[in-house]
């Protein structure tokens, strides 16, 4: 909940990427909220009064995830919707052409988002979910501590590099 709420303010793509880590979290925990009372609120050093608002915050975003069908994968709606979002922005930047640099990040990555869609199966998915996807499947292999090829690594730099030019620029407009 504090950390969630911190990237929201800061980086839409930090705080989806979060989000699904969090989405991930609950249902390790069987969307059962003592467990996660158990293995995550109580590990953090704060106030009673914390940890109740953070244990209303996981109440809620556990009815959420039954309300939506979202027990075993998927996104919670509100975090589909920033998301797409995110993907409205992109394509109005390519299309009114208004940053030249934005369109050179998106071509350097273009072809290795459309070779994620490939892999992932998931073809019809706009670019920025592949997007997305892809940096969140990096970050649980990087947790896992799972070898990754310096091919890859380049490749989702060219995709990092794309998700924050476009974060940052969603964040402008979010604070204007």
């Known amino acids: ?24 979290m609950i249902r390790a925990n069987d969307l059962e909220l003592d467990s996660i009372e158990e293995t995550l609120i109580s590990k ?10 953070m244990r209303e915050w996981y109440k809620t975003l556990i009815a959420m ?12 709606k509100i975090l589909e919707q920033t998301a797409e979002q995110l993907h409205r922005m992109h394509h109005r930047i390519l299309e009114q052409g208004i940053d030249s640099n934005y369109r050179e990040s998106f071509n350097r990555a273009k ?11 998931h073809t019809t998915e706009h ?6 996807n892809g940096l969140y499947g990096l970050l649980i292999l990087k947790l896992k501590k799972t070898p990754i090829t310096p091919e890859t ?24």
């Open 153 to 176: 690594l380049k490749a989702f730099d060219t995709i990092k590099e794309l998700v924050a030019g476009l974060s940052s620029r969603y964040m402008e407009e979010k604070g204007s």
């Open 1 to 24: 909940m504090i950390i969630a709420e911190q990237k929201r303010k800061e980086n839409i793509a930090e705080y989806l990427l979060y989000m699904y880590q969090v989405e991930d």
């Open 44 to 53: 953090f050093d704060v106030d009673y009064g914390v940890k109740r608002e």
């Open 111 to 121: 072809i290795h988002l459309e070779a994620l869609k490939m892999r992932s199966g």
């Open 127 to 132: 670019d920025i979910q592949v997007a997305l």
């Open 65 to 76: 995830m039954r309300d939506e069908g979202k027990e075993e994968t998927g996104h919670l």
